[in-house]
């Protein structure tokens, strides 16, 4: 009988005792049985790591490594997968709760896939659901056209179980983005992706989460950028992308980077928007929104940065 390829878990905590060993509890009672669990705790102050003791002390499966010093999210990240010894890696967050088939049926899904993601169930930060999941607001997308990660991401870190492999093309990390758009953005480059419409996750919303999908529901939302400063973002993202060397459509890519750098220097700039009518089959694939919707935002974007400036010193 073939031997079950082992699969790492990579975990990243910082200050998170308050739900990690519900967590835990959820990962070393899989129903898939080849696995490690690798820990990087980055400086936490609280109980995080006396509990990540407890729990490697009982789990020989689990290894707990401790930064010197701290290195922020996007380092710890990379840190913890380049630990990884599996021919697989899933990323787990420290405050969500797995379901315990979950790396049985992503191992079962991902065949020639470079990665595959699932379906997740918000619930609050105290647990109770929300009566709510990830595609009920977006479309999960399966495929290989990049073009679809462009502007808009489906996919959340957590849901993610990868081939190794993938990190030999999307290390190292821009600081700047999130880890789960990029490596969206290199598979569908690589390869192709493919999604479980399952709820494998309960996924923990935070009112004070960078992550938090709902944010936009938000009041006072202190994350909240200005126009201007969406636009210039949009514009380092998508130079982040043309810079790849492995994209499918370097043309493309470049088309629209450059449309978008026009944009940031311009009052007004009709070719972003025909770009984005021509391709808006993909580039809008995500969004569940409606076609006048679309149409909508595909007009807002005539309207260069020193256009944006003039109304907002009004």
């Not at 009566?131 to 957590?158: A, Q, T, W």
């Not at 190292?172 to 479980?196: C, E, M, R």
Request: aromatic letters at 14%.
């Amino acid at each position: 009988m073939k031997q079950a390829p082992l699969v790492s878990i990579a975990l990243c905590t910082y200050n998170g005792a308050k739900y990690l060993a519900d967590q835990l509890d959820t990962l070393v009672n899989q129903t898939y049985k080849t696995f490690e669990i690798v820990v990087v705790d980055d400086c936490s102050t609280d109980s995080t790591v006396q509990i990540l003791n407890d729990y490697a002390s009982r789990y020989p499966q689990i290894t707990v490594y401790k930064n010197e010093s701290n290195l922020g999210f996007t380092s710890n990240f990379e840190k913890a997968v380049k630990l990884c010894n599996g021919e697989f890696i899933a990323l787990c967050d420290q405050d969500d709760l797995w379901d315990l088939q979950k790396i049985e049926l992503q191992v079962d899904a991902i065949k020639n896939n470079v990665f595959v993601y699932h379906d997740s169930e918000f619930i609050y930060e105290d647990g109770s659901a929300m009566n709510k999941k990830v595609s009920d607001i977006m479309n999960l997308y399966r495929g290989g056209e990049p073009e679809v990660f462009l502007f808009f991401n489906c996919v959340s870190g957590h849901s993610i179980l990868m081939k190794k492999e993938l990190l030999t093309d999307a290390l190292p990390l821009k600081q700047s983005y999130f880890h789960d758009w990029w490596l969206a953005y290199v598979a569908t480059n690589v390869g192709t992706i493919d999604f479980i419409p399952q709820c494998l996750v309960k996924y923990r919303q935070h009112d004070s989460s960078d992550t938090n999908i709902l944010r936009q529901q938000r009041k006072n939302d202190k994350h909240k950028l200005s126009s201007v400063q969406k636009i210039e973002r949009i514009e380092q993202w998508l130079a982040y992308c043309s810079a790849f060397p492995k994209n499918k459509d370097q043309q493309l890519i470049d088309s629209f980077y450059k449309a978008y750098k026009k944009r940031v220097q311009s009052y007004l700039s009709f070719e972003l928007s025909a770009l984005l009518f021509k391709y808006r089959k993909t580039i809008f694939y995500i969004r569940k929104k409606s076609k006048l919707n679309r149409l909508n935002y595909i007009y807002s974007q005539v309207w260069g940065v020193k256009t944006k400036k003039i109304f907002s010193q009004q």
